[in-house]
């Protein structure tokens, strides 16, 4: 099991900076991609960025230039430094990890995904 815990969300004026950590526990010894996604009311969770574990990035477009991901492997750590924020980027902001399937103790266990609770950001105009 792996558990995401999601902080550094809050209040902002249009063009401030926030940066959100994840912090993943439990069996993170093989967690590969991890990532930020978003969510605002009445719309669906989207892609912001994701990060493979050798430091390969994917942004959408909506943030390239403005959002930067990186992680700590030795810390099991994601980030996301937020520059230049507007009001559209108001939304919650969920932390994804993927799971490889993987051997453990002589078990097979199918790939997993995991979620955290996510965290808040408003951007106000």
């Known amino acids: 099991q792996v558990q995401l815990v999601e902080s550094g969300g809050g209040l902002v004026q249009a063009g401030g900076s926030l940066r959100l950590s994840c912090v993943a526990s439990?069996?993170?010894?093989?967690?590969?991609?991890m990532g930020w996604y978003r969510q605002a009311p009445g719309n669906g969770r989207e892609l912001v960025a994701t990060?493979?574990?050798?430091?390969?990035?994917d942004y959408a477009n909506s943030v390239k230039g403005r959002f930067t991901i990186s992680r700590d492997n030795a810390k099991s750590t994601i980030f996301l430094q937020m520059n230049s924020l507007q009001p559209e980027d108001t939304a919650a902001y969920y932390c994804?990890?993927?799971?490889?399937?993987?051997?453990?103790?002589?078990?097979?266990?199918?790939?997993?995904?995991?979620w955290g609770q996510g965290t808040q950001v408003t951007v106000s105009s």
């Open positions: 994804n990890a993927r799971q490889p399937p993987r051997w453990d103790s002589g078990s097979y266990y199918d790939p997993s995904e995991y």
């Open positions: 990060i493979s574990y050798g430091g390969m990035t």
């Open positions: 439990g069996s993170v010894s093989d967690l590969g991609t």
